[in-house]
């Protein structure tokens, strides 16, 4: 039987070093220096981590950085070219106890106009298969997550970002993905149950003016039954109109009468200030994205982004479920990830777990 591994059974996670693009290490926006300290949470968790790189000299740079870490692998990607990992890599499986890496296709219509970008599956299902059978790094840290590589759907196309999970069959995503695949629920419906052991399929809407279409800046599985929602009830926001503002209040209306109906409690999770500013990354800024955490086995990390009372509250109410419903035993880290936000995206948008 087949069974989708969700966010808190995940003990492993590969990021994708930013130097793979000169604009993501640019003067005003220059990203290392929060990757140095993404890097240096998950070594202080003990999480064992892979790093791709895109040349020689960033393999000297971390060592030199972090020393040799019993954690760390750092490995040299040629092609690579992007940070976005999540969108583009394969989901993690559990069949009768093997764990599989379901590979879908990588193709978003909202980059169709940045070929560069569509390289990116291809470049990870060929890191993935190769450290599926690399022995000299299957035999330190990732042995535990050996398993086998499926790429039966590749040409099906389905961004990481816009699923959520739990480990009892039921699926989230925005009903995009018929769209992108011109494709019926029913047909979509039948392909993950086969192929991920998903017995309940639920699309819901995008976001108003979210132009990539993904539920992870929208609602998140928590734990079986417990989903976290962005709060659009309250927006403080002065530069949206009262329009705008309505069309949120609807959308988490009908949002959450779902959820109600389909018997999950939900859980309204803070949304901070809109923020202006150049697209550095064809995507408008995150920032008060707090729904777009990272969520692993033993650690959270929480984004937050220099605006204090908004923060705070961000931090309180994880620290409220963290004691709720684990005893306040994992841990929980925050980081500022203001610098990352302005390129579109946070932390779990940035980041495979296995």
Request: hydrophobic letters at 40%.
């Amino acid at each position: 039987m087949k069974r989708m591994i969700p966010d808190w059974e995940k003990q492993g996670v590969v990021i994708a070093w930013p130097t793979c693009l000169s604009k993501y290490v640019g003067k005003k926006n220059n990203l290392l220096p929060f990757y140095r300290q993404l890097l240096k949470i998950f070594m202080d968790h003990s999480v064992p981590t892979f790093v791709l790189v895109s040349t020689q000299k960033d393999i000297e740079d971390i060592r030199v950085s972090h020393g040799h870490q019993p954690h760390l692998r750092v490995v040299y990607i040629p092609g690579l070219c992007d940070i976005w990992l999540r969108d583009c890599s394969p989901w993690v499986v559990n069949d009768e106890g093997v764990r599989t890496y379901w590979q879908p296709g990588y193709d978003p219509d909202y980059l169709k106009k940045e070929h560069f970008r569509a390289a990116m599956g291809p470049v990870m299902e060929s890191f993935a298969r190769s450290y599926l059978s690399e022995d000299s790094i299957l035999s330190s840290v990732f042995s535990q997550f050996k398993g086998n590589l499926e790429c039966d759907s590749k040409t099906f196309y389905w961004e990481g970002g816009n699923a959520t999970y739990n480990a009892s069959g039921t699926l989230i995503a925005t009903n995009h993905i018929l769209k992108a695949n011109n494709v019926t629920h029913a047909q979509v419906s039948a392909m993950v149950q086969k192929d991920l052991g998903v017995d309940s399929l639920m699309l819901i809407d995008s976001e108003p003016g979210d132009i990539l279409h993904h539920s992870d800046g929208t609602l998140r599985f928590w734990d079986d039954q417990t989903i976290l929602l962005s709060d659009l009830t309250n927006l403080t926001d002065s530069r949206l109109t009262p329009y705008q503002k309505n069309k949120y209040k609807d959308f988490f209306s009908k949002l959450e009468n779902l959820l109600k109906a389909k018997g999950y409690e939900f859980i309204p999770i803070p949304v901070g200030p809109f923020h202006d500013g150049e697209w550095l990354d064809g995507a408008p800024s995150a920032r008060g994205c707090y729904i777009n955490y990272l969520h692993m086995k033993d650690l959270v990390i929480l984004p937050v982004f220099g605006n204090q009372e908004q923060d705070l509250l961000a931090v309180q109410a994880f620290e409220s479920l963290n004691d709720r419903f684990y005893s306040g035993k994992k841990k929980l880290v925050s980081l500022d990830s203001s610098v990352l936000a302005d390129f579109g995206g946070v932390l779990n948008c940035v980041t495979w777990t296995v």
